[in-house]
Every structure is written in C-alpha cells, then in structure tokens.
C-alpha cells in the first residue's frame, strides 16, 4: 500500500471542478491536487493559481501520463464521463466520476467492468450521501428514532444549471430529471438500506425554459422499493430565488425535516444588494439567505476525504458505479413513466436507448 497523501488529478476547471479542488484543501490530510486539465485555454491555469496547483493542462490524456497521479476525478459534462473513465482506468488511476455516472445503462456496464478488470476503483460522486446534516438524519433512523421508514422525500430546486451544456439534452442526457433527480434517487435508495427500487412513475415537463432546452424543467417522481419504501424526489430548474434543497424523512414513530440551507443560512434584507448568497441565487437585493462554510454544510470535503481514504484501504467506498447504474437504471424508467404516462417496473432495460430524455421526447 502507498504511503503519504494520495495525489489526485481533476478533468475539469469551472463550477464542479472548483469544487472538487477546494473541498480537498477544506479537509486536506488524506489526499492533494497535483494536476488540472481543461480543454479551453486559460482555465486550468486560472484553477492552478487559486489553489496553488503545481500542473495544469489541456488534454487530459497528457495528465493521465503523470505518473504520481493515482486518482482522477471527472468534473466534465455527461457525456464525456464514459470515454474518460475508460482512459483513467486503462491509465491505472482510480476513478471519482461525478453524478449522473454517464449517459445509458451500456456505457455503465462497460465503465464498470473496465475498472473492475484494471483493479481500480470507480467511485460515485453523491454527495448527498455525505452531507452532515443527511448523514445525521440517517444515524438516527438507524438507531430507530423514527420507527420503520414508510417515506422519504428529497427535494432539489432552482432557477437552472450553471453551464450551457446543461441545456444540450445532446450532451446531458436528459433536463433536471437527469441533473438533480439522480441526487434524489441515490439519496432514496440509501436511506431505504439499498433495498431494491422495484418500480418507477414519473411526471415532468418544460414550464419555463422552452426556448433555451428540450429537456424537461420540473420533474415528480415516485419510487417503490421492495422493502415496502415509498421515494419522492422532486426537481426543478423553475423555481426562482436560489437553491432549495431539503429532504423529509417519515416512520411509524417519527418525523423529520432536514432542510440543508435554511439551517446554514442568515435571513438577510439588503436594499443595496452585496456578494455571494447561495449557489444559484440570482440577486441579493431584497430578503435573501447567505449560507456559510458552504461546501462543509453540502459534504462534498467529506465525501472526497472518504474518497482518498478508499484508495489507500483505510474505508470501504459508500458509493459505487454500481450504485451510479441503479441511479441510472431509475432515470431510465422515469423517462419512460413521464413518456408514456404510466408506473414502469424494474429491472427495465430498453434497447436502442442514446439517452434517457428519448424516452420522453420520442
């Protein structure tokens, strides 16, 4: 086993992967960024001097052939996450692919067996599953506080992706649903003990957004899960005046309600307006609610500490590629509930399927 801080490389230099290299600097003993790759000009050097990182380059094929590096982490759009996690395998570095895994149930199975076959790992970015406040709402369903789990809700809301690739269903895979249900589902899917989803029903539509994206900008989705479970997870890029993300959690004996902003956030009136909030909140004029230690309160620094620990046998991964396929295999059916206005059992694997969104566009 190696010694030392396990060296980590990031694909990708904007919004994600400034969150992948400050979270390993909020919580750096386990783990340092030597490396950052971005194919346009000027981006990985300007990611390179904020954090201090000693490399940087334009084609992430050339940073693969470091050979300190030992974990990659992909912050690039969706449909690059299958081609890249096959390079960083091959290259023998293990992998962190941000969430959704990648674009259909194939390029899942193949990423997977690719790095089983070169003995690295391929480790899911949930970060949910990491978030202190979730995380302590699990410990204590866990210990029994709320008695046997009958629902649970997760809910992400905002005005729209930060990134125009976002937009593309061509490079995205699908709208909201695909972006921010996929959070939801993992979360469902964890917090019910990995009990199998055994059906799916799905409504969304285009309410706001129509002129910038085929994809849908709202989305309701029910989960089934064979443990007797009920998941709910709702979505939007519609809803204005900055992130919303909250979950509910509902047993025989118990209630709770964790909200991750409002608890980390300070009512604030402001006739002038000022700085940063919250992520995705457009303007700070008027009543808004600015959050602090933000990426602490999100866990993302926690989620890439586990990571790192992972690499070096210190922790068992908490998530997989092969949770990141189940979440897959869920935004598959919710596609094609919502198209074909019907609850979908599972396991569903439809062929000829380029992405989730055309089983409801077609």
């Known amino acids: 086993m190696a010694n030392g801080k396990v060296k ?3 694909i990708g230099s904007r919004f994600q992967g400034d969150i992948h290299a400050a979270s390993f600097q909020i919580m750096p003993e386990e783990a340092e960024v030597v490396a950052v790759c971005s194919p346009t000009p000027g981006h990985a050097t300007e990611l390179a001097a904020k954090y ?3 490399r940087f380059f334009l084609d992430y094929k050339e940073m693969l052939r470091e050979k300190d590096i030992e974990m990659v982490t992909i912050a690039a759009p969706n449909a690059l996450h299958r081609a890249m996690t096959i390079d960083i395998a091959r290259a023998g570095k293990h992998v962190v692919c941000e969430k959704p895994l990648c ?3 194939d390029e899942a199975d193949e990423m997977i067996d690719v790095c089983r076959q070169e003995g690295v790992l391929l480790l899911y970015a949930e970060e949910l599953l990491f978030t202190p406040k979730y995380v302590k709402a699990k410990e204590m369903a866990d210990h029994g506080a709320f008695g046997k789990l009958y629902m649970v809700k997760q809910s992400e809301k905002h005005f729209g992706p930060h ?3 976002f937009w593309d269903v061509d490079r995205s ?12 589902i993992a979360f469902c899917y964890w917090f019910f003990d990995r009990s199998p989803i055994t059906s799916v029903t799905c409504h969304m539509g285009t309410y706001v957004h129509g002129a910038k994206t085929r994809g849908e900008d709202d989305s309701i989705c029910v989960l089934e899960f064979a443990n007797g479970g009920v998941g709910l997870v709702e979505n939007s890029w519609a809803k204005r005046g900055g992130m919303d993300d909250r979950t509910e959690i509902y047993g025989e004996g118990g209630v709770s309600y964790p909200n991750l902003l409002m608890g980390n956030a300070m009512p604030t009136y402001s006739e002038y307006g000022y700085g940063y909030a919250v992520e995705k909140a457009p303007s700070t004029k008027g009543w808004s609610y600015p959050v602090f230690d933000e990426l602490w309160n999100y866990g993302s ?3 890439m500490r586990h990571f790192a620990r992972c690499v070096r046998g210190k922790e068992t991964p908490q998530s997989t590629g092969e949770d990141g396929r189940v979440v897959m295999e869920a935004l598959y059916a919710g ?6 206005g019907r609850k979908i059992a599972l396991p569903f694997r439809p062929v000829g399927v380029k992405k989730p969104i055309d089983l409801w566009l077609k």
């Open 8 to 10: 980590v490389g990031i």
């Open 52 to 54: 201090g990182i000693p």
């Open 103 to 105: 674009m259909t149930l």
């Open 163 to 165: 990134s125009p690739w």
């Open 173 to 184: 895979g699908g709208g909201v649903f695909m972006d921010m249900g996929c959070h939801g």
């Open 301 to 303: 620094p926690h989620e």
């Open 335 to 340: 596609y094609a509930s919502a198209g074909q």
